[in-house]
């Protein structure tokens, strides 16, 4: 598709539960983005993969986290185990930047994310 | 480490008013500025970025910023609103070279009739 497309757009679950996120970012970009927004904040980042690999998951907030992109394209960010904390919108962004390019030049674009509510 | 302050949570104004969002960082090196603007219920939108050069940047919809490295600031301007520019807006900072975003609190701009 044109754009990054994220589903399920409203995510309910009672507390204890898994859930999983998917994200199909924009055909051909290589790296690939989640972010949490929690209510009145700024997105804040989770994890970054450069095609299959998962660069970097310093943001993760605990073990109950957890995210793949097995071919480098489709990812799914899993949560195990949900908390009401968890309770947030779930970002996806893609970029056809990646390591030795210009990340300036090839900014991020979002998809409209999923609303995850823990009850 | 770089960070993002924006100063108002809320910026009321009237249809065909000017209007200015301030965003102001805080890096000890040379920085990457974005604004982005979210409406509801959507992703992010990419309005408008500062990578280097003219300090003035013109994005979409009318939208303008301007680079003040004096005063550490990317202050995001338009010089007439319209109702469907009610929205979230966010100013984001990262490194040359680097990934990571670092955003803002955000600005919710309300356009009134």
């Known amino acids: 598709g044109a754009g990054v497309s994220q589903s399920p757009r409203y995510k309910v679950a009672k507390r204890g539960q898994d859930v999983a996120l998917r994200c199909d970012p924009i055909s051909g970009h290589v790296s690939l983005f989640w972010y949490q927004q929690a209510l009145g904040q700024g997105p804040e980042f989770l994890t970054y993969f450069q095609n299959e690999a998962q660069l970097d998951k310093s943001g993760l907030p605990s073990d109950r986290f957890f995210a793949e992109r097995p071919e480098g394209s489709v990812s799914t960010l899993k949560i195990q185990r949900t908390q009401q904390e968890d309770s947030a919108v779930y970002l996806c962004?893609?970029?056809?930047?990646?390591?030795?390019?210009?990340?300036?030049?090839?900014?991020?674009?979002f998809g409209d994310g999923t609303r995850l509510s823990i009850l | 480490a770089q960070s993002v302050t924006q100063l108002d949570s809320q910026v009321p104004v009237f249809e065909e008013a000017p209007v200015e969002l301030r965003c102001n960082y805080s890096s000890s090196v040379s920085v990457y500025l974005f604004w982005y603007v979210q409406y509801p219920n959507q992703g992010l939108q990419l309005l408008l970025k500062?990578?280097?050069?003219?300090?003035l940047v013109k994005g979409i919809n009318g939208f303008e910023a301007e680079f003040n490295k004096s005063q550490t600031s990317f202050h995001l301007r338009k010089p007439s609103v319209h109702i469907s520019d009610t929205a979230e807006y966010f100013c984001?900072?990262?490194?040359?070279?680097?990934?990571?975003?670092?955003f803002g609190t955000g600005t919710r701009l309300k356009v009134l009739a």
């Open positions: 500062y990578l280097s050069g003219s300090t």
């Open positions: 962004a893609s970029s056809s930047g990646g390591q030795g390019k210009n990340w300036g030049n090839q900014p991020q674009h």
């Open positions: 984001a900072v990262t490194l040359p070279g680097a990934y990571k975003y670092i």
